[in-house]
């Protein structure tokens, strides 16, 4: 490679990596410093381009926690419940209670056969509409059969 494409190389990359540490995504750095989508995919198959790029997130991360924390400590509510949110969820999680209550009737093919049959001996016993409305209820009445 010559040296100066490989000095453009190092130029771009360091920009690009200047770029994301400044929180500018991976597109829209590579277009800044005039890479096309597939010179970015290509840059990022360098397992040493992709460590630095991790360095340089992990970089703005810690920048972006340091802000936040001195804000916390300057008493900035919104910024307290953020990092406390964050760093200490198990006792600062936002919690929202959600109850959900179902009312569902399953009826096996089988169920639902005999309680048509009770319901056509019931009709044919001669039971008034008060015992047919018991039933339905799912009351419990008392029948004599009758003798033939």
Do not use: C
Not at 20 to 41: E, I
Not at 77 to 89: D, G, T
Not at 110 to 124: N, Q, S
């Amino acid at each position: 490679m010559p040296v100066v494409d490989e000095f453009e190389l190092i130029a771009s990359r360091f920009e690009f990596l200047n770029l994301v540490r400044d929180g500018v995504t991976h597109l829209n750095a590579a277009l800044a410093v005039g890479w096309t989508p597939h010179r970015l995919k290509k840059e990022m198959q360098d397992d040493e381009f992709i460590e630095a790029v991790e360095t340089a997130e992990q970089s703005r991360d810690e920048t972006i926690e340091t802000v936040l924390y001195r804000r916390a400590v300057g008493g900035n509510l919104k910024a307290i419940e953020l990092w406390l949110y964050n760093r200490r969820p198990d006792l600062w999680k936002d919690r929202t209670a959600l109850k959900v209550q179902t009312n569902v009737t399953l009826i096996a093919p089988h169920v639902a056969a005999a309680t048509r049959d009770i319901a056509r001996e019931v009709l044919m016993s001669g039971l008034g509409p008060e015992a047919i409305a018991a039933l339905q209820r799912g009351d419990v009445i008392e029948t004599h059969a009758a003798e033939g």
